[in-house]
């Protein structure tokens, strides 16, 4: 596809870069921004540059940050006994909307994944170590994707931790609130027939 | 969604304002931006201002272009006789690919469509009509979508270009090449055989 101006050209090849946007989509939004005025596209490009400037990764959790230390990790409410690892930040934001978890978090950067060139030396996973090692830890919960790169992280960060003194638990898997048994995958349903519990009356779900 | 960097929201809150990029979506886009290196996302940024800062429209034509004329208008191997009327430039780039048409092009920015708010005052008309009067012009190809807003711009088109000495055309309507007739919808199938055309060999197809 050849434009017939370099710049929109440049602007396309760059809106193209953005994963799942190809060239035709990127065209598509770059029209839509040349519709716009002008103050609103310079204020669109300012939002990035003043972002890769000021955005930093907080020294404890490695959740993106304005400040050296994150909103949680100085959130005196949090109850920093309980650190619970999660693959990237969208995944901090998935947990928060539950309102069901109070305590603090461990941002690892990714999954290890030798398909994609992913080790263990990629991870965040010295400082996890360190943390979980403090006196006032007491349990990680790991909070991996249900995947095979989850369960092979899931299972390396289990015997590095075995060092630490901490209790390392794993989110349940099983059929989702709301599914139906006849539409769930056999792999699910055969691991949540081998993962039961007693049953219990909780009033409180 | 509440982000824990006022940047990163900024910055998310700007690609969610592109057309189809929700606010989960333009998270992710965000969120891989910030995985590359620094210079990329500044050239990202640049080029959306070096394009607002520098493209221009085609004075003759209203293709977008780095000077005055754009290349096809400038382009003397192009027939300047017949004029190709289209909605915005994906439409030129559309033609272009055929291959099959020499001619020049004219934007119009829009179509008529009482529903968005665009009337006729909206489109570049004016100049179309000036063109559509200079002596060297023979042959308007309207090449708008065929939808109501299309067919109503079409019938206005046609009522101004009425006073120019031009040959108005329309591209064909009918079932798509390589269509089967019983997947066909109805008012396709119906047009096309209302304008059906004597049966011809035509070895150049």
């Known amino acids: 596809m050849e434009l017939s101006s370099k710049y929109l050209q440049k602007a396309v090849d760059q809106m193209s870069t953005l994963p799942g946007v190809g060239k035709r989509t990127a065209l598509r939004l770059v029209l839509?921004?040349?519709k716009e005025d002008k103050n609103s596209v310079l204020e669109f490009a300012d939002s990035f540059v003043a972002m890769v400037n000021n955005v930093k990764l907080c020294k404890q959790c490695h959740n993106i940050s304005d400040v050296e230390l994150c909103e949680i990790c100085t959130n005196s409410k949090r109850d920093i006994a309980t650190i619970c690892v999660v693959q990237?930040?969208?995944?901090?934001?998935?947990?928060?909307?539950?309102?069901?978890?109070?305590?603090?978090?461990?941002?690892?950067?990714?999954?290890?994944?030798?398909?994609?060139?992913?080790?263990?030396n990629d991870l965040n996973l010295e400082s996890l170590l360190i943390r979980a090692k403090e006196d006032y830890t007491q349990e990680i919960i790991l909070a991996l994707s249900a995947t095979m790169e989850g369960d092979t992280t899931n299972f390396y960060l289990f015997k590095k931790l075995s060092d630490a003194n901490v209790n390392v638990s794993v989110i349940?898997?099983?059929?989702g609130i709301g599914s139906e048994l006849e539409y769930t995958d056999e792999v699910t349903l055969g691991r949540s027939i081998m993962n039961r519990s007693p049953f219990e009356i909780n009033l409180s779900n």
Chains 1, 2 share one sequence.
């Open 32 to 34: 839509h921004m040349l």
């Open 88 to 120: 990237d930040i969208r995944d901090i934001l998935a947990i928060e909307n539950t309102m069901q978890y109070k305590g603090l978090y461990h941002v690892l950067g990714g999954i290890i994944s030798p398909m994609e060139g992913i080790g263990p």
């Open 172 to 175: 349940s898997r099983g059929i």
